[in-house]
């Protein structure tokens, strides 16, 4: 076995870091789309203030994830195949939206259709899928020994 290259230890610790940044920018909507799915009729108070709370932490925490993935995809494209590059085209979609939405002065209108593909509880699990699918499959070829 050969050894792992800087360049792919830095994509992969690139790959780590935007892991932990969707994680921490993505908090409440993964918590809201639990919500969602599992008890919609139920109130969650605890939800409800943290959701008014946490819209800068999501703002700029996905502006950061979106940064640090294009790199980790740039480095990593080697290694990389179709869900990859549909995750990835995902991903720069919903911060391109997520930036139009909140900082531009866009009609309402626009800024309504840009949320319907944005900011709803079905793209973030459409995110989680493919982050799954993209990097199982991507495991199945990669040449160096993680971890």
């Known amino acids: 076995m050969t050894a792992t290259p ?5 994509g992969t610790t690139l790959g780590a870091l935007a ?3 969707f994680l921490i920018a993505d908090l409440y909507v993964i918590l809201h789309m639990v919500h969602t799915i599992f008890a919609p009729k139920s109130k969650w108070p605890w939800l409800e203030n943290m959701g008014k ?3 800068p932490i999501h703002y ?7 940064i640090v993935m294009i790199v980790h995809a740039i480095i ?3 290694y990389t195949g179709f869900w990859n590059w549909l995750l990835f085209a995902l991903i720069v979609w919903m911060g391109f939206a997520g930036i139009m939405i909140r900082f531009s002065h866009i009609s309402p209108k626009a800024k309504a259709s840009l949320s319907r593909f944005h900011a709803r509880w079905y793209m973030i699990l459409i995110v989680l899928v493919l982050l799954v699918v993209a990097h199982l499959v991507s495991l199945q070829t990669f040449p160096y020994v993680l971890g």
Do not use: D
């Open 6 to 10: 800087t360049s792919v230890t830095v």
């Open 19 to 21: 892991a932990l940044l």
């Open 53 to 55: 709370k946490w819209h």
């Open 60 to 66: 700029f925490g996905n502006i950061a994830l979106v």
């Open 76 to 78: 990593m494209a080697p």
